[in-house]
C-alpha cells in the first residue's frame, strides 16, 4: 500500500500536503482501492468554506457512495477539473493528479492532529 | 470464451431500431383524413414543430423481426428459475393476462359514468376486500403504483393520522436491515430516519427499539417475516412497544408470501401494511414494472387513506373518498390493468390455496437450505420462513470467488441468479427465494447447479470469476456507463 | 388452482429431508395466537373455466368508452393501438422478465428501454429520460421535489392552476411535510394568466410547472415564463402530452429544463386509468438528480455493445434516505409499448395522426359552436382536446347523450365541458353526436 512520505494523512482516508498556507486534498490508495471504479466526484465551488470534519464533497462508484471530510479547515481556492470528464483519474494516481481541492488553511494548529505516513497505516492494519 | 466463437453465432444486442430505420418506411398508416386538415402554420404558429422527431422508420416486418431478437435475450420466469429474495418470482398465470386484455376492461376511461363501470367497481371491491382479509385488516386502498409508493402512502396516512391529534411527530424508526426504500420513503415523507441495529441473529433488538422509542416517533417499519428470511416471533412485544408511546407499526409486506393463509399481519398488532401484487399476487414484473402496491390499515386509520375506495351500498358500487382523507397519491384511482389480475390469481387460488403457497413456499425454501447447508455458509441455519441467505464468504476466503462471480455462473447453468449483497447484514450474501411454482425437479436443478458452482470455484477459480460465457453479452462495463452516460442514441436516419 | 407444481410424494420427500413431520413445525416463529385456525373466509378456488365465467360477466357489466362513440380525455385518451404491439408484449421473455439488474439476461429489456427513452428525448427535445415513472401525476412531483434538490437552498415551486386537478392534488399531498412549498396562481376561463405567473417568480423560487397543453386542452406558450426564471436562475417544468410532440414544438427548444408527463396516449390501453406511465426527460446538466431507473450503454469484456442500468447510486438502495426518490420499479412494459407504438408510427406517422385528432377536434369544436349551445371557454390555440360552456345544465346533456351511446367528454362543472377527438373519431361519429345535441335542446 503506496503512502508517500511528503505528505499527512487524515483518519478518513485523506491525504494532505502543505504549502505555506495551502492545502491540497486527496483520497488515499487504501480508499480509492476500497471504493472500486470511480465513476463520479461531487466537489464544492471555489469561494466555499468548511470546517475541519465537514463534508465537502461525495465519490461514487458503480455501487456505492462515500462522503470526503474536511482535514482541515478552510477556503476551497481550486478545485480539480478535469475528474469531471475523467473520474478514474482517483483510481490511478490518488496521489498526484488524482488530486480533489486545494484549500486556503484557516487554523494551521489543526495540521498537528493529522497523522504522519506511518501512522496512518498502522490505522488502516487495525 | 467470446461468445461469437463458442456458439458460433453472435447472440448479444446487434443494432438499434432506429440504425435499422431507412428514410421514408413506415409500419402503420393513419386513417384517411374525413374532415378537412387544419393548416399546422397557421393553427399553431410559433410552437409549430419546426423540424420533425428522430423516430424510427421500419416496416411491421421489421419491427417484429427486432424486437423477437430482443425477447431472446431475455430470460423471465418462463425461461427458468429465479430464486431471487424477497422479489417473490412467482409464475404469471396467462388467465390473468386474458382477463386484464377484455375489452370491458382495457377499453374503460376512468372518469366514465359509475353506473357504466359497475363490474370494474365490483372487481375492485371484491379485491379490497379479499386483500383485506388475507392481512387481517378492515380497510384498503388501491391507489398506490408499486410497493414504495404504498409504503409513502402509508407514512403519510400516519402523519395524517398524528397531525389530526395535534402533533405530526418527527422520526420513524427502522431497523438496518430494511430495504432501501423504507428509508427513502421516510424522508419522503417529512420524517428523521432513526436506524436500530438487528440482534446477531437478524431480529429486531427489542431493547434498542423500546430505547428508541419516545414520544417523537411517528412509526417503526418493519419487514415481517425479515430481510433475513425469518418471522421475528417477538413481534407481539414490538408492536405492543411501538402501540405504548403512541407511535404506529408498519409492515413492509414485501414478503407475505410466507405467511399466506398461515397468519396475518394485521393480528400481530400492525397498523398497516403495504402488499405487492408484483410479487405475492402474481402479476408480472413486466421487466420493472407495472405492480401495484395495495395499503390495508386499521379501521383507526381508514379515514385518512387517498381516495377514492370503492364502497358497496345495497346492490351498487361507488367511488368514495373517504371523510378525512389525506388527499390522492397520484391520478385516476391506481393500476387497474394489475388489479384485474390479482383478483383472478386470489379467485383462482380460494382460501385452500391462499394456504398451499404459504406453506409450500416456505417446505420449498427450507428444502434448499438444508441441501446447500454443507457447501455453503448459511447466514442464520435454522428454519427459515420462505427465502434463506447464504454468504459467499467461505469461497470468498478460500478461493478468492466472491458472491458476484457464482451469480454469474449461475447464468451460464441457466437460472436467474438469486438477490445479492443484500441484506447488507450478511457479508457476501446470497439470498434464495424458490415460491412454491418450482417443481422438485426444478430444485434439484438448483442445487446440483449451486453445488457444481461451489467446485468450481474451488478447482477452477478463474472460470468463476470471468463467467458468464454462455448468456447473450457477457460482463459489462458498468464503471464506463456510470461516467459518461449514453442514454439516447444520437444520429440522423437516411 | 395454485400453480403449484409439487405432488403429494415430493412434498412428502421435502419434509423427509428438511427433518420435519409436517409443515406446521415450519411455522414454529408464529405466535400461536397468531396462527390461524382453518381457511380464511375466501371461498373455494376456482379453475380457468369458471374463472374465465365469473370474470367475463364481471367485465360484461361495464359499457367501454371504447364501445360507444367517446369524447373523454383529460388526461387518458382512446388512441388506436397498433396490432403487433400487444402480439409483443404477450411474449413472455419481456413480461415474465425481471427488472434488468443481471444485464447479461436482461438485454432485451434493456435495450428496447433504451430506444423508449431515445424516443423520449426526441420528442421532448432533451438530452436525458428515464426509464419511465408511475404516471404524470407522480412524474410532475418528481420534477418539482428535483428542482428543489438543485437549487439546494430554494425550497418553492411555482404551479399553473391549470394544470390537471388530479396532478395538483397529488403535488399538494407530497408537499404536506411542508419539504417543498407550492403556490398555485389561479387559472380563469381554463388558463393560467401569464403576469400571474410571471409576478410569482422570484430569487426564492426553484422551479415553475406549466402545462404543454394544459388540463383545458389549452396551449400556453411558455418561452416568456422559460426567460423569466431562468433569469431567476430557477427551472421551467413542462407537463406536456407525448402525441402531439411530433407536431407542436418540443418543450425543450423553447426553454425547458425538465419535461414530464402521461405517456399512456402512446400505445397503451386506457385500462380504468392505469397502468400508464409516467415519462422524465431533462437537460445534462440535471442527470445526477434525476430520479428512477435509467438505462445507460456501455461494452462487454468482448468489446459488445449493451446496456445496462446506470447511475443507480442516486437511487434509494444505495442512498436509502438520501435518495432522490424512494421510487424502486418503473413502468418497463408500458415503456416497452410506448418505444414500440414511436417505432410502429414514426416521425411522419405521429405528426399525421395528431393533424388527424387536431382537425377533427377543430370540426367538431366549430360544429358544437354553430349549435348555438356552446361558447369556447377561451381563446387560446388548442390540440384536439378543448373546453366549451354549455349554455345549459352540462351533466343534463351528458346523462341523455350517455345513453345513446355518447360520452359527451368529461363535465368539468355546472357549464363547463371538455372534448377530446382523437383520430378514432370519423366524421360519421362527429356529426351524428352533434345531431343528437341538437335534439337534446
Keep these: 500500500m503506496d503512502m508517500p512520505k511528503d505528505r499527512k494523512y487524515s483518519i478518513d482516508h485523506e491525504w494532505v500536503v502543505v504549502e505555506g498556507d495551502e492545502a491540497t486534498i486527496g483520497i488515499t490508495e487504501y480508499a480509492q482501492d476500497a471504493l472500486g471504479e470511480v465513476v463520479y466526484v461531487d466537489l464544492p465551488d471555489e469561494g466555499e468554506t468548511f470546517a475541519v470534519g465537514d463534508t465537502f464533497g461525495e465519490v461514487e462508484s458503480v455501487k456505492s457512495v462515500s462522503e470526503l471530510f474536511m482535514p482541515v479547515s478552510g477556503e476551497v481556492i481550486a478545485i480539480n477539473d478535469s475528474l469531471a470528464d475523467a473520474p478514474e483519474t482517483i483510481n490511478d494516481d490518488c496521489y498526484g493528479d488524482g488530486w480533489m481541492i486545494r484549500v486556503r488553511i484557516e487554523n494551521e494548529s489543526e495540521l498537528a492532529d493529522l497523522l504522519e505516513a506511518e501512522a496512518y497505516l498502522a490505522s488502516i492494519d487495525e | 470464451m467470446d461468445n461469437l466463437t463458442e456458439t458460433g453465432v453472435y447472440r448479444g444486442p446487434k443494432e438499434t431500431i432506429y440504425e435499422a430505420s431507412s428514410k421514408g418506411l413506415t409500419c402503420v398508416l393513419p386513417p384517411v383524413l374525413d374532415v378537412p386538415a387544419i393548416d399546422v402554420a397557421d393553427t399553431f404558429g410559433s410552437i409549430a414543430r419546426a423540424s420533425a422527431p428522430i423516430l424510427p422508420e421500419v416496416t411491421e416486418v421489421q419491427i417484429m423481426r427486432h424486437y423477437s431478437h430482443l425477447a431472446s435475450m431475455n430470460f423471465g420466469v418462463d425461461s427458468g428459475m429465479y430464486p431471487l429474495g424477497s422479489c417473490t418470482m412467482k409464475y404469471n398465470p396467462r388467465i390473468n393476462e386474458d382477463m386484464a386484455r377484455l375489452g370491458g376492461f382495457a377499453g374503460l376511461h376512468p372518469y366514465q359514468p359509475e353506473r357504466s363501470v359497475q363490474g370494474a367497481l365490483q372487481l375492485m371491491y371484491e379485491l379490497q376486500n379479499d386483500l383485506g382479509t388475507i392481512a387481517g385488516f378492515p380497510a384498503v386502498t388501491l391507489q398506490p403504483a408499486a410497493g414504495a409508493h404504498g409504503e409513502y402512502t402509508a407514512l403519510s396516512v400516519f402523519r395524517a393520522a398524528h397531525t389530526a391529534k395535534g402533533n405530526p411527530r418527527k422520526k420513524v424508526i427502522i431497523p438496518d436491515t430494511a430495504h432501501g426504500t423504507n428509508p427513502a420513503s421516510v424522508a419522503m415523507c417529512g420524517y428523521d430516519v432513526v436506524s436500530i441495529q438487528s440482534t446477531e441473529s437478524g431480529m429486531v433488538d427489542l431493547e434498542k427499539l423500546k430505547a428508541a422509542l419516545d414520544e417523537d416517533t411517528a412509526a417503526f417499519m418493519l419487514t415481517n417475516p425479515n430481510t433475513v428470511g425469518m418471522f421475528d416471533s417477538q413481534i407481539l412485544e414490538i408492536t405492543q412497544a411501538v402501540h405504548a408511546v403512541g407511535a404506529y407499526a408498519y409492515c413492509d409486506g414485501a414478503n407475505l408470501n410466507a405467511i399466506l393463509g398461515i397468519t396475518r399481519p394485521g393480528d400481530v398488532g400492525f397498523d398497516a401494511l403495504h402488499i405487492n401484487t408484483h410479487k405475492t399476487f402474481s402479476t408480472p414484473h413486466g421487466g420493472g414494472g407495472p405492480g401495484a402496491g395495495p395499503v390495508c390499515v386499521s379501521a383507526e386509520l381508514s379515514s385518512f387513506l387517498p381516495g377514492p375506495v370503492v364502497e358497496k351500498e345495497g346492490e351498487s358500487y361507488r367511488l368514495v373518498t373517504p371523510e378525512h382523507s389525506l388527499g390522492r397519491v397520484r391520478s385516476f384511482m391506481g393500476n387497474f390493468g394489475v388489479l384485474v389480475r390479482a383478483y383472478t390469481y386470489i379467485k383462482a387460488l380460494g382460501a385452500q390455496g391462499i394456504r398451499d403457497v404459504g406453506e409450500q413456499a416456505v417446505l420449498s425454501a427450507n428444502y434448499l437450505r438444508v441441501e446447500l447447508a454443507d457447501v455453503f455458509d448459511i447466514a442464520y441455519d435454522r428454519t427459515c420462513m420462505h427465502e434463506f441467505v447464504i454468504s459467499g464468504s467461505r469461497q470468498g476466503h478460500d478461493y478468492g470467488v466472491h458472491t458476484l462471480d457464482m451469480a454469474k455462473r449461475l447464468l451460464d447453468y441457466g437460472f436467474h441468479p438469486p438477490t445479492i449483497y443484500f441484506p447488507l447484514l450478511v457479508d457476501e450474501a446470497m439470498m434464495i427465494e424458490p415460491t412454491e411454482t418450482e417443481s422438485k425437479e426444478s430444485l434439484d436443478s438448483f442445487i446440483e447447479a449451486m453445488r457444481a458452482i461451489a467446485d468450481e470455484a474451488k478447482s477452477n477459480p478463474e472460470l468463476v470469476k470471468g463467467s458468464p460465457y454462455f448468456t447473450p453479452i457477457r460482463r459489462l462495463d458498468e464503471a464506463g456507463a456510470a461516467r459518461r452516460p449514453n442514454v439516447a442514441w444520437t444520429g440522423t436516419i437516411d | 388452482m395454485n400453480y403449484i407444481p409439487i405432488n403429494f410424494q415430493q412434498k412428502k420427500e421435502m419434509l423427509d429431508a428438511v427433518g420435519v413431520e409436517n409443515i406446521e413445525e415450519l411455522f414454529v416463529d408464529v405466535p400461536k395466537q397468531a396462527r390461524l385456525k382453518g381457511l380464511l373466509p375466501l371461498g373455494d378456488g376456482a379453475g380457468e373455466m369458471e374463472l374465465v365465467s365469473k370474470i367475463t360477466a364481471l367485465a360484461k357489466k361495464n359499457t367501454p368508452a371504447t364501445e360507444l362513440v367517446s369524447f373523454a380525455g383529460a388526461g387518458c385518451y382512446d388512441h388506436y393501438i397498433p396490432s403487433f404491439i400487444d402480439h409483443l408484449l404477450v411474449r413472455p421473455e419481456f413480461f415474465t422478465a425481471y ?343
Excluded at chain 3, 239 to 245: D, I, S, T
Excluded at chain 3, 260 to 280: D, R, T
Design chain 3, 99 to 441: 427488472t434488468p439488474y443481471q444485464p447479461e439476461v436482461s438485454q432485451g429489456t434493456l435495450q428496447a428501454v433504451y430506444e423508449y427513452q431515445t424516443g423520449i428525448c426526441q420528442l421532448t427535445g432533451l438530452d436525458m429520460a428515464n426509464a419511465s415513472m408511475y404516471d404524470g401525476a407522480t412524474a410532475m412531483v418528481e420534477a418539482a421535489f428535483m428542482a428543489v434538490r438543485l437549487s439546494r437552498k430554494r425550497d418553492k415551486v411555482v404551479v399553473a392552476g391549470s394544470l390537471h386537478p388530479e396532478y395538483l392534488e397529488t403535488l399538494k399531498t407530497y408537499t404536506h411535510a411542508d419539504t417543498v412549498k407550492t403556490t398555485v396562481v389561479d387559472a380563469v376561463d381554463g388558463v393560467t394568466p401569464k403576469d400571474d405567473i410571471l409576478s410569482a417568480i422570484d430569487d426564492t423560487v426553484a422551479a415553475v410547472i406549466v402545462g404543454y397543453p394544459n388540463f383545458y386542452g389549452a396551449y400556453e406558450p411558455p418561452e416568456e415564463i422559460a426567460d423569466e426564471i431562468h433569469a431567476h436562475k430557477g427551472l421551467l417544468i413542462v407537463v406536456a402530452n407525448p402525441f402531439m410532440l411530433g407536431l407542436v414544438e418540443a418543450p425543450g427548444n423553447l426553454g425547458a429544463d425538465i419535461v414530464v408527463g402521461e405517456a399512456q396516449p402512446l400505445g397503451n390501453p386506457m385500462s380504468f386509468g392505469g397502468p400508464g406511465l409516467g415519462y422524465f426527460a431533462c437537460t445534462s446538466a440535471c442527470t445526477r438528480q434525476m430520479p428512477g431507473r435509467i438505462v445507460g450503454k456501455t461494452t462487454d469484456v468482448d468489446g459488445h455493445t449493451g446496456y445496462v442500468l446506470t447511475l443507480s447510486t442516486r437511487e434509494q438502495h444505495i442512498r436509502r434516505e438520501k435518495a432522490t426518490s424512494n421510487i424502486c420499479s418503473n413502468h418497463a412494459l408500458n415503456a416497452l409499448a410506448a418505444g414500440m407504438y414511436l417505432a410502429g408510427v414514426g416521425p411522419t406517422g405521429l405528426k399525421k395522426l395528431a393533424l388527424s385528432a387536431v382537425s377533427k377536434a377543430r370540426y367538431l369544436h366549430d360544429a358544437l359552436i354553430a349549435t348555438g349551445r356552446f361558447e369556447p371557454l377561451n381563446e387560446y390555440v388548442y390540440g384536439y382536446e378543448f373546453a366549451l360552456v354549455y349554455k345549459g345544465v352540462a351533466q343534463a346533456l351528458y346523462d341523455d347523450l350517455f345513453e345513446r351511446g355518447y360520452i359527451s367528454g368529461v363535465v368539468l362543472d355546472e357549464q363547463v365541458m371538455l372534448f377530446a377527438v382523437t383520430e378514432k373519431r370519423s366524421r360519421e361519429e362527429i356529426d351524428a353526436f352533434v345531431s343528437e345535441v341538437e335534439a337534446h335542446g
